[in-house]
């Protein structure tokens, strides 16, 4: 086991504080709103504070490395500990989730969405947070559970509650595909633990997942097939690949706005890190049998994904199936089980997460101001709020994966790693899955283009033809509750009093956002030189193709 130990406490510090900042709150009266808020960005700001200590104290020279790793007993009577630790796999997406939350958090302090109740929406978003950050510093296969299965019931609640007028079926359909998928996945473990338990000396056997990467591989191919098969459908749901996708474009649409971006930017991604970091490694053999029915479902869900969004009539619903297809590039890239591939969907990873967080966080601010997501009903946005216009102009070319924006960097080699994957895999069948990935490229470019042009171009509706002359308004309005959901209000209601551009706390929610999806996009290296060493030790057991 190749790790580090230092700092052991503050994997464990940044994860574990916005419980401090909850049980602060539990305490404190439902109507002290402000109070509230406050305590929950700073708990925010703390965490992430903490997670640039992390950055700072970080060995980028050791990135192939566990670093600030811990391993202390937990449950002795199941041989499993709590094992934590982190590398350059897993470090850009733990504080992409310490990022996210914080801005979330600054949105949040004049977006509480209808029913209100600040207490409780802030509280659930700090809850997600330990869980997320929780799944990504996890090297137990046990304790990876708990923290995978943490985020779920916050982001029922948030969609069930503060979520719009089909939130109730969205986030049941939510609940019961994740539950159904982690149910299948945690059978995957415990045969992947007494299967082990029997090629090993007895009590040696633990749910270490750097001990079963070691030891995984002596088991047979049969018996890997069957045991990845669980947790093939356990991450997969969570992705979402194709055919298991159908709860996301729901989940999405009937969200909130900070819990699409919290959906977006992290959740999907814990089912591609559960390959990355789990399934493939540990069962190397069985990865290889999976990965051309893994390589084919991610074409078609690329595919999909676009025909979807160019079905779509709903800006919100257009921007979930787009996730749809661009998680495809990044389930491709990891089928092809070579060091291109891992790192093309790693920094995938991160700037679908920025990128489409970006794009939920516009939608929602258009929904608050047009009280619809319509497109048909939409139009004008440059001339009504040229601003927001322009950020929505910006994020769909860096979606579509324009050079020079992160998107390009999570797409492009991806595609490339196709044309040569791993000794032992069909190349032939892989450049198939290379030039249908190419043509969803250009599908992307269509409904992107399609998606801002009816938005953005032309005048506005006569619904809401008055809001142009009052689009430099754009200050902050105060504390208000943001309408939820996809339905339409009445449409002769005149709306064009609530239209402005944007506000002081979307530009700082916003413009971390839009500065990294240039820095990583212009510098690709940044992340890449991070990321590789630790691809690298991870993909040991394949041939590099």
């Given at each position: 086991m190749d790790v580090l130990r230092t700092n052991n406490a503050l994997l464990?510090?940044?994860?574990?504080?916005?419980?401090?900042?909850?049980?602060?709150?539990?305490?404190?009266?439902?109507?002290?709103?402000?109070?509230?808020?406050?305590?929950?960005?700073?708990?925010?700001?703390?965490?992430?504070?903490?997670?640039?200590?992390?950055?700072?104290?970080?060995?980028?020279?050791?990135?192939?490395?566990?670093?600030?790793?811990?391993?202390?007993?937990?449950?002795?009577?199941?041989?499993?500990?709590?094992?934590?630790?982190?590398?350059?796999?897993?470090?850009?997406?733990?504080?992409?989730?310490?990022?996210?939350?914080?801005?979330?958090m600054v949105y949040s302090w004049d977006h509480i969405p209808s029913p209100g109740n600040p207490k409780a929406f802030l509280i659930l978003m700090l809850v997600l947070q330990v869980g997320m950050a929780g799944t990504f510093i996890a090297q137990d296969l046990i304790l990876f559970f708990v923290f995978f299965e943490l985020v779920l019931l916050p982001m029922y609640f948030m969609i069930g509650v503060w979520g719009g007028e089909q939130r109730q079926y969205a986030s049941l359909k939510f609940f019961l595909y994740t539950m159904f998928g982690s149910a299948l996945m945690l059978v995957a473990f415990l045969a992947l633990y007494f299967q082990v338990s029997g090629k090993v000396p007895a009590g040696e056997a633990s749910f270490s997942i750097p001990y079963l990467a070691e030891h995984g591989g002596m088991l047979g191919k049969t018996v890997q097939i069957w045991i990845f098969a669980g947790m093939f459908i356990g991450f997969a749901v969570k992705v979402p690949m194709?055919?298991?996708?159908?709860?996301?474009?729901?989940?999405?649409?009937?969200?909130?706005?900070?819990?699409?971006?919290?959906?977006?930017?992290?959740?999907?991604?814990l089912g591609t890190y559960g390959f990355v970091r789990i399934a493939i490694p540990i069962l190397p053999t069985a990865a290889k049998a999976w990965a051309p029915w893994i390589g084919g479902l991610a074409v078609i869900g690329i595919i999909y994904g676009a025909l979807g969004c160019l079905a779509q009539t709903d800006m919100k619903r257009l921007i979930a199936f787009s996730s749809v297809a661009h998680m495809g590039f990044?389930?491709?890239?990891?089928?092809?089980?070579?060091?291109?591939?891992?790192?093309?969907?790693i920094f995938g990873m991160v700037a679908h997460g920025?990128?489409?967080?970006?794009?939920?966080?516009?939608?929602?601010?258009?929904?608050?101001?047009?009280?619809?997501?319509?497109?048909?009903?939409?139009?004008?946005?440059?001339?009504?709020?040229?601003?927001?216009?322009?950020?929505?102009?910006?994020?769909?070319?860096?979606?579509?994966?324009?050079?020079?924006?992160?998107?390009?960097?999570?797409?492009?080699?991806?595609?490339?790693?196709?044309?040569?994957?791993?000794?032992?895999?069909?190349?032939?069948?892989?450049?198939?899955?290379?030039?249908?990935?190419?043509?969803?490229?250009?599908?992307?470019?269509?409904?992107?283009?399609?998606?801002?042009?009816?938005?953005?171009?032309?005048?506005?509706?006569?619904?809401?033809?008055?809001?142009?002359?009052g689009h430099n308004d754009a200050h902050g309005h105060g504390d208000h509750?943001?309408?939820?959901?996809?339905?339409?209000?009445?449409?002769?209601?005149?709306?064009s009093g609530d239209i402005h551009d944007v506000t002081f706390f979307e530009w700082v929610a916003w413009t971390p956002f839009l500065l990294a999806i240039v820095v990583f996009g212009v510098y690709p290296q940044l992340m890449f030189k991070i990321i590789d060493p630790a691809v690298q030790v991870t993909l040991k057991a394949f041939g590099k193709g």
């Open positions: 464990t510090i940044g994860t574990f504080l916005p419980l401090a900042g909850v049980l602060v709150m539990m305490f404190i009266p439902k109507g002290k709103e402000l109070l509230h808020k406050q305590i929950a960005l700073f708990t925010a700001v703390a965490t992430l504070a903490v997670g640039v200590v992390t950055l700072m104290r970080f060995n980028y020279g050791s990135a192939g490395k566990l670093q600030f790793f811990a391993d202390t007993s937990w449950i002795k009577v199941i041989h499993s500990n709590y094992t934590i630790g982190l590398d350059g796999i897993s470090l850009p997406l733990y504080i992409l989730s310490m990022v996210v939350t914080v801005l979330v194709f055919p298991f996708h159908t709860w996301l474009p729901d989940a999405h649409t009937q969200a909130p706005t900070q819990g699409s971006v919290i959906l977006a930017a992290i959740l999907l991604k990044v389930m491709l890239g990891i089928s092809t089980l070579t060091p291109l591939g891992f790192n093309a969907a920025l990128i489409t967080g970006m794009l939920f966080f516009v939608a929602g601010s258009v929904k608050d101001r047009y009280h619809t997501l319509e497109i048909k009903r939409l139009g004008g946005m440059l001339i009504s709020m040229p601003k927001m216009g322009w950020i929505l102009g910006f994020c769909a070319m860096a979606s579509l994966g324009l050079p020079g924006l992160a998107g390009f960097w999570g797409e492009f080699p991806a595609i490339v790693s196709s044309y040569s994957p791993a000794d032992g895999l069909n190349h032939n069948v892989f450049r198939v899955f290379m030039v249908v990935a190419a043509i969803g490229t250009v599908l992307a470019a269509g409904y992107l283009l399609w998606l801002f042009q009816r938005v953005a171009f032309g005048v506005p509706k006569p619904e809401f033809a008055g809001a142009a002359a509750v943001a309408d939820h959901g996809s339905g339409d209000a009445g449409h002769d209601d005149d709306h």
